[in-house]
């Protein structure tokens, strides 16, 4: 069944009565303002589901597909995300409540993101290893070798060959570069952490009796 693809134009168009009506709104003076704010976030989330859904669904070293291999992944991807996701906005940034829009989102977003291109890599070297005849042992520590070498080699380019987009967007918008560069070291050590740790939790997960 093929289902037609809503062009950004078009999606656009399908907020021409959301408008209507929240000049309408503003008009009779009513909280105009909560329903932009509830429309935005609306977008914000969907888009963000949506995203984070594309990364699952393509996630390569799933060839046994079932319950339990998808399973291994969410526990790896929701035990170390959420966890770390935790420790930075609740105790690190201190937000006033647990959950903040403008800083939960983008980061869960770098934070999922990152640690499902991790177990993508992983996964598919384990089972590649796995394939050739490797003991748990060898394969675990090639895979987990393999995997981590995005995350270091961009440890290792942060600031010389490169310099962040948020921090750069930061730096463009006033903000203290000394300060700015607090908030990427805090971003490039929870995207490191998170991606080894899931890959970790992953292969964990995949332990089988020697």
Known sequence: MSVNIISITSLLIGFLPVIILIIIMKLWNLNSLQAIYANARMLIQLLLVGYVLTFIIAIRPLESKGVK????????????????????????????????????????????????????????????????????????????????IPQVNALLAVGLVALPGMMTGQILSGIDPLTAARYQIMVMCMIFSTAGLSAVLYLFLHKTPE
């Open 69 to 148: 291999p998808f399973l291994i992944v969410l526990i790896a991807l929701g035990i170390t995300g959420v966890g770390v996701l935790a420790l930075v906005t609740q105790i690190i940034l201190d937000l006033p409540r647990w959950f903040e829009p403008q800083y939960v989102i983008p980061l869960a977003g770098m934070v999922f993101a990152n640690s499902m291109n991790t177990i993508s890599l992983v996964g598919e070297r384990f089972n590649a290893e796995q394939k050739r005849g490797e003991s748990y042992i060898q394969s675990r520590n090639i895979a987990m070798g393999a995997a981590m």
